[in-house]
Each structure stands twice: as structure tokens, then as C-alpha cells.
């Protein structure tokens, strides 16, 4: 009888010693089935919905009341369409509450950010896993909590700055003080020892000047690129960075990455391409801005790596950088702001602004230069506890869920064509940074 149940029992025995690498092998590709998952997802609830309301700059609806003309007249003179030299038409008003349409908005943005960061926590599971000893909390969840901030400030930013450039058509100023807001964060920290105060010479300065010139551009750039056109198109063409760092790369460093990089390059530009062509917001302006951004982004990385190299100054770790890269960009971007749009102009915008919206003008402004400083500062702790694929992932589930949520809020007019091209686009980023950690070595 003993030996009849153990004959029994063999084949149930061989399944449960298989199990455990079943799990290994189903674990190591959760980040790229969650990454499918999610695209095609976002491409079917965009196919559903058909979006027609208009494009981004037809979210807020025009105030009522006499005692706000002036103030309004303001604003049209200096409206979006005027900046681009393109006019959009103006879209038929929902018989829907705006209350109810910002409560769905809100729920889908906040399930589609849950997501997105359910992915990228999985991918960076294997990064953050030790061996078995006392932890404490941030040592155990401190690279899902960053990761989760880093998307929520992100998003964030997204929004407030996109609403904000609605109120406020001045992006020059806006990029100005959303760059100045990040002196309110780290300042403090410093005179109250939190962090410890960067000291910098004149030579030392005077090496980082290229690199925070690179930081202006790409913020200026971006700016400038979701004021004159939709949140998501510019996205998309901003993930076409990769193409213009592999030329830089290629110019000033003389580097040469193997064939298959190159080759995943491809699908990023017939996907921006694609998503250009099928844009029923498409201007060049947006085009050009968002592509000088990438070029900003792309410059301050090969700078760094050729010269930035050595002694910058003491106690710069990555957020010290960061913040004094910041300072010596506003000092840049203050003469180029005023010069180009005008001290009188910005101060009779922003007084038009806060009589049209009032407090929540004034909480657009606040929140977007919040927001802007603190991804940055929380990417840097995030992205340097990932391996490169990791990194990959999250940074990719990053663009996907911003673009996917700007254009459930915003309400922006997409296609056939420009989803597929958005997808091709994005995906085309994981491959190369895919490509690049397996093949660059």
C-alpha cells in the first residue's frame, strides 16, 4: 500500500518542483506584458471615445459677466492662435455639468497614474531586492514610493502647467517662474542644514555654464511646445530624444554604438512621423519647440559626459547639481524672458490672469512650479536605484500614462493613425534603451 501512494503521488510531486520556475520565468516578464497590457488598453479607450471636443486650448470656457471684459480682451490679444500664427476651431459646448466631466477626468487619471506605476514598481522589483537583513521602511519600499511620486508630481506638473498656459499665454515667464519656484525648495534646506550648502568656484561655475544652458533649453523648449499645441503631441515628439542623442553622441564624441541600436531607432521615427501627419492640432511651432528640447536634453548629456568630469565643487552630490544647474539657468533665462515678451506685456498678462480666475489662477501657477521642481528632484532618487532595464521601463510607462491622461483631461482630438504612431513611437524608446543596455557593452 505505501508503495502504491507514493506511485500515486509522484506526478503531483514533479508539478510542484516545476511551479517555482514557472514563477521565476512568468516574474522576470511582468514588465513588459504589464507595458503591452497597458498601450493596448490606452489605444482601445481612445478608439472608443472618439475624441471631438476640440483640442487642449478649448478647456476652459469663456467667463461671463460684465465686469470681466477687460480683463478678457487681454487674454484673446495674446491667445494661443495668435502665438502660432494657426487658429483651431472652437469646440460645441457639452451639455454635461463641468462638475461631472472633472470628476470622470479625475478618476481616469488617477486609475491610469495607478497603473502605470503598478508597472514600473514591478519592473523595479528585481533592483531594490537584497539579501535577507533588518531594513527599514524606506529600505524595503523606498524605490516604489519614489517611483509612485515621480509619476504623481509629473503628471501633476502636465496639468497645472498646461492649465496655467491656458490663463496665462506667456510661456517664456511661465518657464521662468517655474524655475525660479525650485529657489523655495532648496534654499531653505540649505540655511537649515537639511542638506548640505554646495560650494562653487568661479572656474567651477564657469565649467557647469554650458550644462545649465542645456537645462534651460530643454525646460524653455518644452514649455513653449505644450503652450502652443496638445500635451500628448508633444510628447510623442519628445520621445524621439534618443535620435538626436545618438547624433550628438555620434558628432562630438565620436561614438559608435552597434547596428542593432541604430536599427530601433526606426520605429521612433516613423512613429513621430506618423503621429505628426495624423495630428489635427499638428503646428511647427509645437513641432520645433518640443524637438529644441530634445536637443537641450541631449546636448547637457554629452556635455556631461566630456567635460563634466572631476571637481565640480563640493558637496555636489545629484540634487546639489541639480539645484545649482537650476540657479544659473534663471539668471540665463531672465534677460531672454523680458526681452522677448516684455516686462509690460507679462505684468499686464498676469494682472488680466488673476482678475479672470482669481485663486485658482494664482493655485495653476503655484502648483505647476511646485510640481516641476519636485519630479526632478524626485526622478534623481527614483532613477539611480534602477538598473538600466528597469529604468527603461519605468521612464517608457512614464510617457505612456502622461500621454494617455493630458488627452482624457485636455480632451484632445486624436486618430487612428496618431495612436498607432503614438505607440510606435513610445515603444520604439523602450526598444533602444533595451537595445542599448544589451548591445552597448
Known sequence: ?????????????????????????????RPVRGLAILLLGGVALCWQFNFSLGDAFAVLSPRQGSGQAGAE????????????????PVPPQSSASPTSNARTTDAVSLALAAAGCAV????????????????????????????????????????YNKKALISYPYPWACALWQMAFGWCIFVPLWLF?????????????????????????????????????????????????????????????????????????LPIIGGVGLASASELSFN??????????NLGSASRAVYSKKVMKGDIGENMDSANVYAVLTIMA??????????????????????????????????????????????NEVAFLALGKLDPVSHAVCNTMKRVVIIITAIFVFR??????????????????????????????
Open 73 to 88: 480682451s487681454l487674454l484673446v490679444a495674446a491667445s494661443p492662435q495668435a502665438f502660432a500664427g494657426k487658429g483651431s
Open 120 to 159: 514600473a514598481m514591478r519592473a523595479a522589483e528585481s533592483a531594490a531586492s537584497e539579501p535577507a537583513k533588518e531594513k527599514s521602511f524606506m529600505d524595503k519600499f523606498g524605490v516604489p514610493v519614489y517611483i509612485g511620486l515621480w509619476y504623481i508630481f509629473n503628471i501633476g506638473y502636465n496639468i
Open 1 to 29: 500500500a505505501f508503495f502504491k501512494i507514493s506511485f500515486q503521488l509522484r506526478p503531483v510531486l514533479r508539478l510542484r518542483t516545476l511551479k517555482p520556475q514557472m514563477g521565476a520565468s512568468r516574474q522576470a516578464t
Open 284 to 293: 511647427w511651432l509645437c513641432f520645433g519647440a518640443a524637438m529644441g528640447s
Open 193 to 265: 542644514k537639511i542638506r548640505k550648502t554646495p560650494k562653487v568656484s568661479v572656474a567651477q561655475a564657469v565649467k557647469l555654464a554650458p550644462a545649465a544652458l542645456g537645462h534651460l533649453a530643454t525646460h524653455v523648449g518644452a514649455v513653449v511646445a505644450f503652450f502652443a499645441g496638445a500635451v500628448s503631441f508633444g510628447h510623442i515628439v519628445k520621445a524621439s530624444e534618443p535620435v538626436v542623442s545618438s547624433m550628438l553622441n555620434f558628432l562630438f564624441l565620436g561614438e559608435v554604438m552597434p547596428w542593432q541600436v541604430y536599427a530601433s531607432l
Open 412 to 441: 484632445s482630438p486624436v486618430t487612428p493613425l496618431g495612436i498607432a504612431g503614438s505607440s510606435i513611437a513610445i515603444g520604439g524608446t523602450l526598444l533602444y534603451s533595451l537595445a542599448k543596455n544589451k548591445f552597448s557593452k
Open 330 to 375: 534663471t539668471f540665463m533665462l531672465i534677460p531672454i524672458a523680458l526681452l522677448i515678451e516684455g516686462p509690460s506685456a507679462m505684468v499686464k498678462g498676469f494682472h488680466a490672469a488673476r482678475a479672470a480666475g482669481g485663486m485658482t489662477f494664482m493655485w495653476q501657477m503655484i502648483l505647476s512650479g511646485f510640481y516641476y521642481y519636485m519630479y
